[in-house]
């Protein structure tokens, strides 16, 4: 028997960061995502395999259900093979009956995104995995990964969402309208660097400040993006919010950093210095990105799930 699992890559629009001290985000998932393909095997191991889009395989590995349950730590050179028994670990703390099986589990993963545009690779895995064991995929990224969840929200989701940490750091989820008459004018460009999230998290925890004032203002900015207002009122918004993160982590913007000379928009998305970043333009902004060695290019239809 064979059951397939599919979840939906992620790009926060506003709320980077200060999400985790509750600042109310507006997150879209992606046209791209993972699935899970899982499979019996006689032999009480796991067999897995992970392709990337090209079909190319990117991970491969092969786990005694010991290893998962006494959660064997491997050598730093093996730390792919150690976060997915850390995963699997705590799916197994959530849902005990995952090793009693009588037989073993051939996994193959597949995205639908090169893993090097940071749509989502891990909340992908962990929501399918939860999707498979039916253990609550929020707590399993606690436990694993940690970070806000809003990417496992997008993972859940067909359309756009707000998401916001209450007081005891539960999550909620509200699905919104997000069509504003001028996604002919957002674009998507790729950085041609993945960032990794978790270390940019904790960067950010260690520039802690008195942010109440600003998570007010975030969380206004994002209840007026989903108002979907016109495009210059847009734009006006998201610059701002460029400017509150980037005196909280004292970084130059994206756009003063490498496209000071743009007449647009430029917006980062998730952790700030890779992935892609939205651009809100006037006219096409191609040819500028490529002239300037950035190819990847998306328009909104391309890359947002409607």
Request: with cysteine.
């Amino acid at each position: 028997m064979t059951n397939k699992f599919y979840s939906n890559g992620k790009l926060l629009i506003t709320g980077e960061y200060l999400v985790l001290n509750g600042a109310k985000a507006l997150a879209l998932p992606t046209k791209f995502g993972q699935s899970l393909t899982v499979s019996s095997l006689v032999e009480k191991k796991i067999f897995w395999t992970s392709f990337d889009t090209d079909k190319s395989i990117w991970f491969e590995t092969e786990l005694s259900f010991e290893d998962i349950v006494l959660r064997k730590d491997f050598e730093e050179e093996h730390a792919i093979k150690h976060t997915l028994v850390e995963i699997l670990h705590q799916a197994n703390l959530q849902n005990p009956n995952f090793l009693t099986s009588e037989t073993g589990y051939k996994i193959e993963t597949e995205l639908t995104f090169p893993r090097n545009w940071g749509l989502g690779t891990s909340s992908t895995l962990i929501n399918n995995i939860a999707q498979w064991l039916q253990i609550d995929a929020f707590e399993l990224l606690r436990k694993s990964f940690g970070g806000s969840g809003y990417d496992i929200a997008c993972a859940q989701h067909n359309s756009a969402i707000t998401y916001q940490l209450n007081a005891e750091e539960k999550p909620i989820v509200e699905v919104v309208d997000f069509t504003p008459n001028y996604t002919g004018n957002i674009f998507f460009v790729y950085l041609n660097k993945k960032q990794n999230s978790r270390h940019a998290i904790k960067n950010y925890m260690n520039k802690q400040q008195f942010l109440t004032k600003k998570t007010a203002t975030i969380s206004e900015i994002t209840n007026r993006m989903v108002l979907s207002p016109n495009f210059e009122i847009t734009t006006g918004l998201l610059d701002h919010h460029e400017i509150i993160l980037s005196d909280i982590l004292e970084l130059e913007t994206v756009k003063e950093r490498l496209f000071p000379d743009f007449k647009g928009t430029i917006k980062s998305l998730g952790a700030w210095g890779g992935d892609f970043v939205m651009v809100l333009s006037k006219e096409n902004p191609t040819h500028y990105f490529t002239s300037k060695g950035y190819d990847t290019i998306l328009t909104y239809e391309e890359m947002i799930l409607i």
